[in-house]
């Protein structure tokens, strides 16, 4: 069976292990082990892998710990009523197929987007964009129906609005496929074997120096023990965290291969926040009333799971938002980890023993909620079975139900749902994502109807992105981060981070602020 596996590993390509000839010689090549295809890379549609795409798509802006920073643009001006940016493009840019970057394909892409306005509306930007043009070859007019605060944020996403040859339009778009994937990146891709790999070539033209690595490879190869022995063997040298946050081998696989000093290990600061989504619409559920929304937070003791579920690959969370999460560091009190202050909140708000098996209930209901977990995700299953016991010594019962994915997300749309599993929209996409998604009727409008300041909640969110005003928004953000935690409606769990395996030899491993890239281009071999 090993040397199956092994045989089976091999894909037949080249083993990257260095040959005797190579000794002495600096590694140009990266093989990464993916646990999927890189699918249709169509940067304006969202099958294609996000890792693969940030290697060949550019946006005009980057965001960056310091704030968004010129990518493709090289400056903008921002006009005084917030409405119009006025791009000026970086000049002697080309697409990997010798097509120049200007303002004609610049806005030639973002009509493509544009064009397609149904499957990018659950980013706001696409809805308030009035019209795009091109004042002369190297700058770039967006005027919007009203000011938005998040416009450079969202134009910096990984797609979709990134550029592509308009060569490789058809029919003048992209909505309908593409007959090419040539991007502005520092990577072009240059092979694809479905479910078997993809090839990405340096760009020797590109504007901001030629990568050091020549050649990153993408393998496709089942998570677990087939990865493992892939990088044991040389096959691949490289892993990390997916763009589900899902990793590629166990912890234990990984410190073996750190233990044997040929590999390390890398970890980003956190990217999002796991939680549990508390539905205080949901009309004669318990999870309508604060106490038990707060009760049941502080029967979850996140340090167990950090340490002992997740093995010690994510930190517990005490907010919504990690304080490295713009306008989230502002001081909110943690609940900590108490089964006698649970207890205590039942208890004054109602909920009191009833019958023998130490159930609680109020004017004849019972205190039973359903938990909806990814039927797929074993550390969801797990978390949610420890949870379940720990709520069940302070009188409340969890009942468990694990569906598929799609299934929850339809719950979160309908309101079906009194518990479920969730996560933030993550480090490129906070708060505002995040935040616009709670008076969102597809994502978790439900989970806010119910309290009391919900009509409260709204207005400040639509206050918030329509600020030009820096303290203006600090002092919105403040207040609308403080009303969802002090109705404890999205309880945090641990906050996730990208892990990264590298070759020990590897140098200039970093983090994009997103956990969706990595920045290939920076790493080089000593």
Known sequence: MVMALLAGCSGGEKN??????DKGKVRTELTYAAAKDINDMNPHLYTGSMPAQGMVYESLVENTPDGIKPLLAESWDISEDGKTYTFHLRQGVTFHDGEPFDAEAAVKNIEAVQSNAAKHSWIQLSTKIADVEATDEHTVRLTLTEPYYPTLLELAMTRPYVFLSPRDF???????????????????????????????????????????????????????????????????????????????????????????????????????TKMIVANSGKQGSPAQETAVREALWQSIDRETIGKQIMSGTETPAETLFSTNVNYADIGLKPRDFDLDQAEKKLEDAGWKPSGGDGIRA??????????????????????????????RQIGMKLELVGEESSSIASRRSSGDYDLLFNQTWGLAYDPQSTIAAFASESSYYHATSGIASAAELYRKIDEVTASANEETRKVLYKDILTIVHDEAIFIPLTNGSVTVVAPSDLQGVSFKQTQFELPFEKMYFE
């Not at 990257?16 to 000839?21: F, I, K, L, N, V």
């Not at 063997?233 to 044997?260: H, P, Q, Y």
């Open 362 to 391: 109020k004017d004849g209901t019972p205190l039973v909620l359903k938990l909806y977990y990814d039927a797929n995700s074993a550390s969801q299953k797990t978390e949610a079975e420890f949870i379940q016991s720990t709520a």
């Open 16 to 21: 990257h292990a260095e040959a005797p000839s």
């Open 170 to 272: 058809v029919d003048g778009g992209t909505k309908d496929g593409v007959k090419g994937y040539h991007g502005t990146g520092p990577y072009k891709l240059a092979e694809h074997q479905t479910d078997r790999y993809a090839v990405f070539e340096a760009n020797e033209s590109y504007w901001g120096g030629a990568p050091k690595i020549a050649k990153v490879t993408a393998k496709v190869l089942p998570a677990g023990e087939t990865t493992f022995l892939a990088l044991q063997k040389g096959e691949v040298d490289f892993l990390f965290t997916d763009d589900r946050g899902t990793d590629s081998i166990d912890v234990e696989a990984m410190r073996r291969l750190e233990d044997s000093g040929d590999y390390r290990i890398v970890r980003s600061d956190p990217m999002n």
